[in-house]
C-alpha cells in the first residue's frame, strides 16, 4: 500500500472525525435521525487512534518532552470546561475529564519507560509497574479512553518497527471498547498505514487551538440553543 497521505491530510482526517463525532453528540437532542446519528459517531471513531498514533510520533521527534507534555496539561485545561458543556451539557462535571490529560499521561509513562530502560532491561518489570499504574489511575480519574488510550500511544511507539505487532495490537486495543460504533475503528489503521512519515506544514498552534474553540462553540449551541 502507497504511502500517500501526508501528516496534513491525516490530521485533517482526524479533524473532521472528531467534529463529527462531537456533533453527533450534541445534536441527538434535536430529533437526529438513529442512522445519522450512528452513521457520524462511526464516522468519529477514527479520530482517538489518528491522535494516539501523532502522539507518538510527536514523542520521537520533539526536542523536548518536559514541555510537549506541558502544552498538552495546559491545552487540556483550557478545554475542560468547553469539554462539559460540549458533552454533558454543564459547566461542571467531574465524572469524565478530555482526551488530553490521558494523552499527557501517556507521554509522561513513555517518557519514564525510555529513560529506566536506558538503564537496563532490568528495569523493564518496573516500566510494567508504572505503565499498569498509569492506566489505573486514568481509569479512576475518569480520563477520556482511559486505559486503552495508554495502551494505545505505547503499541504506535513501541512497536513501530514491527507493523504486523503494532496494527494487530492496536486493533485489539480498539475494539476493546465495545461500543458498536467502535467496531469500525480499526479502519483508521488503513490511513495511518499510508501515512508518509513526513512533518506537515499546518501550524502547531492550529491543531492545539482547534479541539477547544470547536467544543466551545459546540458547548455554547448546546447550552444555549438546544
Avoid at 509513562?109 to 508504572?130: E, N, Q, T
Wanted: glycine content about 8%; hydrophobic content about 55%; charged content about 10%.
Amino acid at each position: 500500500m502507497k504511502k500517500i497521505i501526508t501528516s496534513d491530510m491525516l490530521k485533517i482526517i482526524g479533524i473532521v472525525s472528531m467534529l463529527s463525532d462531537h456533533c453527533a453528540v450534541v445534536f441527538t437532542d434535536c430529533g437526529l435521525p438513529e442512522w445519522i446519528y450512528w452513521t457520524m459517531r462511526g464516522a468519529g471513531r477514527l479520530a482517538f487512534p489518528i491522535f494516539a498514533y501523532f502522539i507518538a510520533q510527536g514523542y520521537i521527534y520533539t526536542h523536548s518532552v518536559a514541555k510537549y507534555v506541558a502544552r498538552l496539561f495546559i491545552t487540556a485545561l483550557i478545554s475542560e470546561i468547553p469539554y462539559n458543556m460540549a458533552v454533558f451539557g454543564r459547566v461542571w462535571y467531574f465524572g469524565r475529564n478530555n482526551i488530553l490529560f490521558t494523552f499527557a499521561l501517556a507521554l509522561f509513562v513513555l517518557w519514564i519507560s525510555d529513560r529506566l530502560f536506558k538503564k537496563g532491561r532490568g528495569y523493564i518489570p518496573v516500566m510494567a509497574v508504572i505503565a499498569i499504574w498509569a492506566m489505573a489511575l486514568s481509569y479512576i480519574l475518569g480520563l477520556d479512553y482511559s486505559w486503552r488510550c495508554i495502551l494505545l500511544v505505547a503499541i504506535f511507539y513501541y512497536a513501530r518497527e514491527y507493523p504486523p505487532v503494532m496494527y494487530t495490537s492496536a486493533a485489539i486495543v480498539m475494539i476493546s471498547g465495545g461500543s458498536a460504533a467502535g467496531l469500525v475503528t480499526p479502519l483508521s489503521l488503513i490511513p495511518i498505514h499510508m501515512h508518509d512519515g513526513q512533518k506537515g506544514r499546518l501550524p502547531r498552534i492550529f491543531i492545539q487551538l482547534f479541539y477547544p474553540v470547536h467544543l466551545l462553540v459546540l458547548g455554547i449551541v448546546r447550552m444555549l440553543l438546544i
